[in-house]
């Protein structure tokens, strides 16, 4: 059973900086694809960005040009670059890990919280 452990989530000011991390364990297969979802309170959880195992990114269009998402070297962790941060970029921001032919896996979450 693959698990995925989120890290990097806090309390930044608006205009700064965030880098969350997340690592699964276990296998996940040689064609998969990570991505981070994130939910704000009232709000249904959205897709912010993906990275497949051939390292193909996709975003959201109103992600486009403040977040990156990269997958590191052994191809088992994803981070997302998160630049010039708004108030409503607030949410639990969560980790996701598809592989082909068994569905996808959600981490717990890591809250990232953009206030003066």
Do not use: H
Request: charged share 15%; net charge positive.
């Amino acid at each position: 059973q693959v698990q995925l452990v989120e890290s990097g989530g806090g309390l930044v000011q608006p205009g700064g900086s965030l880098r969350l991390s997340c690592a699964a364990s276990g296998s996940i297969g040689s064609i998969n694809r990570m991505g981070w979802y994130r939910q704000a309170p009232g709000k249904e959880r959205e897709l912010l960005a993906t990275i497949s195992s051939g390292g193909r990114t996709n975003y959201a269009d109103s992600m486009k040009g403040r977040f990156t998402i990269s997958r590191g070297n052994t191809k088992n962790t994803v981070a997302l670059q998160m630049n010039n941060l708004k108030p409503e970029d607030t949410a639990v921001y969560y980790c996701n890990l598809w592989v082909l032919g068994r569905g996808s896996t959600w981490g717990q979450g890591t809250q990232v919280t953009v206030s003066s």
